[in-house]
Structures are given as C-alpha cells and as structure tokens.
C-alpha cells in the first residue's frame, strides 16, 4: 500500500529516496583498513579524539538513551562538549527514556537534537516494527538529522558483543552514501562498561532497576538481560545499526 506519492511527501521525506550530499572534505584519504588497524589497539577516548581530529564539525553523534547510554555521552562530552546528539523519537519510546534523556541533557548539558517523524503515529494503525514503520520512524528522521547537521561522520555506541551482526562491526566504516560510521567502544565487555559506569558514577536508565537492559520501543521492549528483552526479528537490531546498511 502506497501511503503517499512523492509530490505530496512531508518534509524531508524526500530523504528516503535520494543520495545524502555528505561533505567530503579531509575524508577522501581515509583507508578502512589501515585506520581500523590503528585504532583497534587505542583507548574508546583516544578514538573520539582521532574522530575529531579527522571530521571536526562533521562529526555528530546519536544516542537511544538506553541502559549504559551515560558511558558513550561521558566518553564523548569529555572531549567534544558541544558535539550534536541525535535521538530518533519513533513516538513509541519508554516514557522513562524520555525523562531519562532529559536529565542527562541536564546533567552534562547536551547539544541535544531530536527528530521525529511529522507523520503521526496513529497513521501506521497497527504497522509496527515492519519496513515501513522502521523507514517512517527512524530512518527519514535519521537522514534528515545528518542532512540538516552536515554530518561526515556519525559516532554511536554499539559493540561487538551485543548482536552477532555487530560483532562483525568495524571501528571505522563507511556506507554507500559516503557516511563514516564510528564506533568508539565497539571492543568493550560489558564488565568494562559496568567498571566505566562506577569510575565515573554515572547512572544507568531508570528502567534498568526493573529488569530492563536494552530499551527502544514500547512494543518491542521487555524485562532481560543484554539483547534477550528485545523483540526484534532475527537480526536483533533496531533498524538503524545494522552493518553495511545505508542511512
């Protein structure tokens, strides 16, 4: 079902079905694989800063403002304080991340972004969690997000240990669009995070108290340890960090 043609598409919609115009700049050097061989051994900070180094005000970063979102905006605020956070609001997030996001905004006083849909949720009826939600709720708000910022570069928190997609994740990557996708503790335990939380005293998503450890949608989202309280298809991704997949 075709729910709009593209001449009365809303804002930004336009997005879904054309090439971002990522500014190239300083990037064109970059081989994948030398970099990703230099960083692997680096510290998550020290991979921030080559990040900044090489995309300065093309870098931007996005957060779910999930269970341990705190250690990526800590790590990443130390060293970039006014660099844009992204947050995709599906309109179906956890009220407890809403407010959550709002006191980390508070707390380290972020630059925060957020984008949504102008679509309004009760247009998809009972279309949840298939492609067209996935591209009505996140992607387009995404893609307008790096159009809108100019993004080069986007960092974000996944690790390797949190799907088998992700494990097959790179440090450094970059998609058909000519995006560079950072991943600055893609290499870390979760008992590294956990020490990284209690080093720097930073709290975890209320949700967390509950049971809860990976937290996105209402309906998609319950009481489990890791990946196991998603309900999210084989892949066990949200729709926004799979590999490989363009923006």
Not at 25 to 51: C, G, T, Y
Request: proline residues 6%.
């Amino acid at each position: 079902m075709v729910l709009w043609d593209h001449n009365s598409l809303p804002y930004g919609f336009h997005l879904l079905f054309c090439n971002l115009n990522i500014p190239y700049a300083k990037i064109m050097k970059i081989n994948l694989d030398e970099i990703n061989l230099e960083l692997s051994p680096l510290h998550p900070s020290e991979i921030v800063q080559w990040a900044k180094d090489q995309f300065e005000n093309g870098l931007v970063m996005t957060s779910g403002f999930g269970a341990e979102s705190a250690v990526m905006i800590h790590l990443v605020t130390r060293i970039m304080p006014t660099v844009p956070i992204i947050l995709i609001d599906t309109s179906f997030l956890r009220p407890e991340t809403y407010v959550f996001a709002e006191q980390l905004r508070e707390h380290f006083g972020l630059n925060l972004k957020i984008y949504a849909s102008p679509i309004p949720p009760e247009d998809l009826g009972n279309q949840v969690e298939d492609k067209l939600y996935h591209e009505v709720r996140k992607i387009e708000p995404m893609r307008r997000a790096l159009f809108e910022l100019s993004a080069s570069a986007v960092m974000s928190g996944i690790r390797s240990d949190q799907t088998e997609n992700r494990a097959n994740s790179k440090i450094v990557q970059r998609d058909s669009n000519g995006l560079y996708r950072i991943h600055p503790i893609l290499t870390l335990s979760q008992r590294e995070v956990e020490m990284y939380m209690t080093l720097y005293d930073l709290p975890y998503h209320p949700l967390v108290k509950q049971g809860f450890w990976s937290i996105g949608d209402i309906h998609n989202t319950f009481p489990g340890k890791n990946r196991e309280g998603r309900k999210l298809g084989a892949s066990g991704e949200c729709g926004l960090n799979v590999p490989n997949y363009s923006i």
